[in-house]
């Protein structure tokens, strides 16, 4: 049931690591102020000539993250900043949002010098009919330097500036076969040749602007926006509004009108200082719900919760054992896409993993695909479901691969809210492989494909 703030400090012990609301008037008289209980949308602007499909992707991601008031302005082309942010001015003022901070984005591009690299030479023979096929290939490549600047209107000042320099590639190759005559394999040569040094001759907005402005759009729509959410200035960040003892649940004013979404994670500070971490778990129109991961302080009404941006993607690097008709090892990567977000259901996560197994006889390679569901107390996390997949093992003589199924079941304890250490234990069941059909002659195993436990250990890294 949720405190109102008219409650005196609710204590809870016991090993739950519970935490309290207070009053904020109960707070020390040198306390900060509370933070306040609803977000205020800035006003923000991007930088737009006609056509221009980069401001376009960065209008389009920023308005996805349902956090602005966005004010078109169209500018013409060579119309500086100066005339940009009078304009945003008068267009907040007459939308009547003029004490509202705003904000300007301009996007910026170059590209560099245009160069060739060496002729690569790549051979495959096939095994049935013993005919080579040759491939040469090379490539045309051209720095693009990108850069997002922000700006506060108010007082004209650039605040932020976020560069990305990928390089963009035009690929070019050639191919011949051991049946393909010297004449035409040296025509194809030339053409190949003269095509490059034709190309490298180009402007480089003429050969690379299609792919230039394809891959800025692409970065505008994610790298900027993500970028974006982690400025100060944007960071959603209201104050705590109660807690409910009972469900061990934070209440605050951030709700799907924000585009806050379940698993969304969170950081909590009291006078400025980091004391809690916590997920969402039920998001209102208005307000959202969320579990205590940890919580190293007694909370109070009041206390600023901060968004801390994180796609939840969890990588592990774990060792350990299983069971090939005998004590195996194995070392894996395995990691968890959470897709709770999509289907509104928390801590629902796809699951991948990719190992390497031997049993000191056979080695090979596992790959596996499933689903886990997550259920936290605290620090701590369960994560349980099945997989399934194929196993391939490596012989004297042959190759096997035997497809089969797996249940899975993980213990995290979260070190920080990025860092967890997890330990797994599940059982593999894979359809036999026989040793002896593998060259292994003086095997006396009947099957070494991965049947039994399987345990390991490491640590997960949370982006």
Known sequence: MRRSTSLALAVITGAAMAVAIAPAASAAPTAAQPAPATYTKKVVAVYQTPNDPTAMALRSGLAGLGRFHLIDVQMNQGDGMPAFLSQVRSASQAAGLGQTPAYAFKTRYSLGRVRATEP???REIDKKTGKIETTVSAALKCPLLFQVEVYEVAS???IRRFDYSPELEQGYAYRYSNETTEDA???????????MAHDIRMPPEDLFGR?????????????????????????????????DARTDRVFFGLGKDLKVRVDDSFKIFQDGREIGFVKVRQVGADSSQAQPVFMDAVLRVGDKVVEYPKTNWWNSLKGGMLWMGGPAAIVSYEGDLDVGTIFDVPELYLNYNLAGISNFQAGGSMMELGVAKKFYWRRWALAVG???????????????????????????????ADLVWSTSLGFSAYTPIDPTKMGFAGATKRNISPLGPVAQTGLTFIF
Request: positive net charge; hydrophobic residues 40%; glycine residues 12%.
């Open 120 to 122: 690569k030479t790549n």
């Open 386 to 416: 099945p997989r399934a997949g194929f196993v391939g093992l490596t012989g004297s003589t042959n190759n096997a691969i035997a497809p089969g199924v797996s249940l899975a079941s993980t213990l995290n304890c979260h070190l920080t």
């Open 156 to 158: 004209g000042n650039l």
């Open 211 to 243: 792919r230039a402005f394809d891959e800025m759009a692409s970065l505008a729509r994610g790298s900027v926006v993500s970028a974006v959410r982690g400025m100060q200035e944007f960071q959603l960040a209201v104050g705590v509004t109660g807690w």
């Open 185 to 195: 394999i040296r025509l194809r040569s030339i053409e190949f040749t003269e095509r």
